[in-house]
C-alpha cells in the first residue's frame, strides 16, 4: 500500500499536491483549451513537456501559465518522463493528459473524491457511449490487443489503456518506469499489478481531439507500430517479471 498520507477534501491543499503533466507535440490549436481547463479545476502546477514541436505550442503554454520543459528526443514516455523530473517535495500525486483536448478534464473531480483510497486511477474511454465512439477501430483493436495479453501474463482484467490518468508519487516511483516510447501506458498498468496497487478504472466521456492530427490513430503505418510496440512491451514485462 502507499497511503503516504492522510485522507484530504477535494480543496487547496489537496490540489496543489498535484502535479500535471502533458506531453505535446504540435498542439497549437488546442493547448490553451487544455491549460484552461485545467486551471479552471484549480489545478496549478501544470507542465507542458514540448516533445519536439514545430509550431507555437510552447509559446502558447507560457502565455497561459504552464511550466514549459523541453524533450527533444522524440517519444511519448519520454516526454513524460522528462515531465517527472525534479518534482517539488509538495507533489503527492502526477496527473497525466493529452494536450489535444480529448480528455474530458471537467470530470476531474470524480477522480479527486477517489484519491485516498487508490494508488491509481485511469480513465476508461470503454465505459460510456460518448468514449467508445469517440475510439478508432484501431484504437478499439489496439485496447483489445493489449489488455488481452495483460489478463492471460498477469490475471487482471483492464478494460482501456487511455491517456488520462492519476498515480500517487510514491508508487509511480516504485514502478521503475523504463519504457520511454507508446508502451510507456502499458507498462505502468503491469507494474502496479506487479506492485499490487489500489487500481480503479474510472468512466469518461472522451472525445475526438479539438484539432489537428493524431500521431497514430487513423495511421495505418503508425498503428502497426504501436501494435508492435505492444507486444514488445508486454514480452519486455514478462522478462523482467521473471528475472
Not at 90 to 108: K, M, Q
Amino acid at each position: 500500500m502507499f497511503l503516504d498520507h492522510p485522507p484530504q477534501a477535494v480543496g487547496p491543499a489537496l490540489l496543489n499536491s498535484i502535479q500535471v503533466v502533458i506531453p505535446v507535440r504540435d498542439e497549437e490549436q488546442t493547448l490553451s483549451h487544455v491549460v484552461g481547463q485545467l486551471q479552471a479545476q484549480g489545478l496549478r502546477r501544470i507542465r507542458v513537456v514540448d516533445n519536439g514541436s514545430r509550431d507555437r505550442s510552447a509559446t502558447i503554454a507560457r502565455h497561459m501559465g504552464a511550466e514549459v520543459l523541453s524533450e527533444p528526443s522524440p517519444g511519448y514516455g519520454r516526454a513524460c518522463w522528462r515531465g517527472c523530473r525534479n518534482l517539488d517535495p509538495a507533489v503527492r500525486w502526477i496527473l497525466f493528459c493529452d494536450g489535444d483536448g480529448g480528455d474530458p478534464l471537467e470530470e476531474l473531480p470524480r477522480f479527486l473524491d477517489q484519491l485516498s483510497d487508490h494508488d491509481l486511477l485511469l480513465g476508461d474511454r470503454t465505459a460510456t457511449a460518448a468514449g467508445r465512439s469517440a475510439l478508432t477501430p484501431l484504437q478499439r483493436w489496439g485496447n483489445w490487443l493489449a489488455t488481452t495479453l495483460i489478463a492471460l501474463g498477469w490475471g487482471f482484467r483492464y478494460r482501456d489503456l487511455g491517456p488520462l490518468r492519476l498515480v500517487r508519487r510514491s508508487a509511480f516511483e516504485a514502478m521503475g518506469m523504463r519504457d520511454r516510447g507508446y508502451g510507456w501506458t502499458l507498462e505502468m498498468q503491469v507494474r502496479a499489478i506487479e506492485l499490487g496497487l489500489r487500481v480503479r478504472e474510472m468512466p469518461v466521456s472522451h472525445r475526438p481531439r479539438l484539432a489537428g492530427h493524431s500521431k497514430i490513430s487513423g495511421r495505418w503505418g503508425a498503428s502497426v507500430r504501436a501494435g508492435s510496440v505492444i507486444l514488445t512491451t508486454v514480452g519486455r514485462s514478462w522478462l523482467r517479471r521473471w528475472q
